[in-house]
Nanobody
Framework: VQLQASGGGLVQAGGSLRLSCAAS????????MGWFRQAPGKEREFVAA????????YYADSVKGRFAISRDNTKNTVYLQMNSLKPEDTAVYYC????????????????WGQGTQVTVSS
């Protein structure tokens, strides 16, 4: 199993980034996919999740209205479009896979990617 996150980088406040996570080694279309992040000195936290069918999305209050999660089951890839970025969005972003529909808790996720750094300058 492999989850390869990419798309991170340095962006100014108010800017946008699009993260991608390419999955392999499991039946992607049967799993809920999520994004989490960990800022320096803080615990890892939930950002967004999307059900296997793409029909339902879940967001942390801190990113609601600014971030959008999507998936392409034909490409085994999940995306996180991040708009109106703020310095407090600076973190390492991780993608993860869960067998539980609508999973938002870390313990519900089985597979984890290596993370991609997002830095937002003020």
């Amino acid at each position: 199993v492999q989850l390869q996150a990419s798309g991170g980088g340095l962006v100014q406040a108010g800017g946008s980034l699009r993260l991608s996570c390419a999955a392999s080694g499991f039946i992607f279309g049967s799993w809920t996919m999520g994004w989490f992040r960990q800022a320096p000195g803080k615990e890892r936290e939930f950002v967004a999740a999307i059900r296997w069918s793409g029909g339902s999305e879940y967001y942390a209050d801190s990113v609601k209205g600014r971030f959008a999660i999507s998936r392409d089951n034909t490409k085994n890839t999940v995306y996180l479009q991040m708009n109106s970025l703020k310095p407090e969005d600076t973190a390492v972003y991780y993608c993860a896979a869960s067998r539980r529909q609508g999973a938002t808790m870390q313990y519900e996720y089985t597979y984890w990617g290596q993370g991609t750094q997002v830095t937002v300058s003020s």
